[in-house]
């Protein structure tokens, strides 16, 4: 085993000697694009069908989160929602989240190979509030959209859609239809 100390262990070793034991909290940062991230966040080469194998192959669901900036509710998601411990650690451990931006110009190719803009994407999937989460899963053997979260919910709700989709349950019924059934046990 290599033991060489570099700035990047030494970092690494620094912080995680300021944090409890056990995993290592996530930081949210704002990019030089003006967009609240999470550094946990996938780091993608924008090809959906290679993040959905990827996200697959890890046991995680693929989700694609839109943000815009300037958005206050985006930055709710990422300073409040996601500061949630046990929110955070949910998504975290469950879905490989892919952030896009509306009204970006990165190229991005789609699930049929097609390559186009952000805001080209968003404007194909009807993407029109942020923060928008988006969720994939195949189906008959084509991966699709299986659900949808437009906008910020309240936290237990927001947490009970990403249970939601973990649990395939947009399978045999609908967001607030599994909702209810899930207050009624």
């Known amino acids: 085993m290599d033991m060489r100390l570099t700035r990047r262990s030494l970092a690494l070793g620094a912080s995680a000697a300021l944090l409890p034991l056990g995993r290592a909290r996530a930081a949210t940062r704002l990019g030089d694009d003006g967009l609240y991230v999470q550094d946990w966040y996938v780091e ?7 993040d959905e194998a990827a ?12 943000s815009q900036r300037g958005c206050p509710l985006c930055k709710r998601l990422h300073t409040d929602y996601f500061a949630d411990a046990a929110i955070e650690a949910y998504v975290r451990e469950h879905f490989d989240v892919v952030h896009l931006d509306i009204y970006g110009s990165r190229e991005v190719t789609d699930f049929g190979g097609q390559t186009l803009s952000e805001k080209a994407l968003a ?7 942020t923060p ?8 008959d053997g084509k991966v699709a959209e299986v659900a949808r979260m437009p906008g910020l ?3 237990p709700e927001f947490l009970a859609m990403f249970r939601y989709v973990e649990a395939g349950a947009y399978e045999s019924a609908g967001f607030e239809a599994w909702m209810a059934a899930q207050k009624a046990l």
């Open 153 to 155: 919910l309240p936290k």
């Open 55 to 66: 996200a697959k192959a890890k046991r995680k669901i693929l989700a694609l989160q839109w």
């Open 44 to 50: 993608s080469f924008l090809d959906l069908a290679e």
């Open 123 to 129: 404007g194909r999937y009807a993407v029109r509030a």
């Open 132 to 139: 928008t989460f988006q969720f994939f899963a195949a189906r």
